[in-house]
């Protein structure tokens, strides 16, 4: 199924939504061949997995365009948590202000030795 394009994805989701269109008739119309089979609930993990690969194939099209540019699109850049995303960067924690550093300088950290 990943070798086809995404035209003949499209297709084969219209023809499967189609089929599920006719089978949701049938179990109202009362058919037991609809039901029993379990036809519906395999026509619709049928039509997720053409929708996946069809998403997976988008998401690397846009990957191929952006290259390796420094911003990805938001939609493709990695989820993480709210505060993971907003946390600085090791660059930014590196960075100290004027005042820190001539503390540091005037007031180095004092070493103990501990005698045996």
């Known amino acids: 199924m990943r070798t086809k394009n995404s035209e003949e994805l499209q297709k084969q989701l219209v023809d499967l939504k189609h089929e599920l269109n006719t ?12 039901t029993k089979s379990g ?7 049928a039509i997720a997995r053409v929708l996946t ?3 997976e194939q988008r998401k690397a099209q846009i ?11 938001l939609a493709l850049r990695a989820k993480q ?8 960067t090791p660059e930014e924690r590196k960075k100290t202000t004027l005042r820190q550093k001539k503390k ?3 007031y180095p950290k ?7």
Do not use: C, D, F, W
Request: glycine share 4%.
């Open 63 to 73: 990957i191929e365009k952006v290259g390796s540019s420094k911003r990805l699109p």
């Open 104 to 106: 540091a300088i005037h």
């Open 23 to 34: 089978l949701r008739v049938q179990a109202v119309a009362g058919s037991e061949n609809a």
């Open 39 to 45: 036809a519906i609930r395999t026509v619709r993990k």
């Open 81 to 88: 948590t709210r505060a993971m995303r907003r946390a600085l």
């Open 53 to 55: 690969i069809l998403s």
């Open 110 to 116: 004092l070493k103990y030795v501990l005698k045996p």
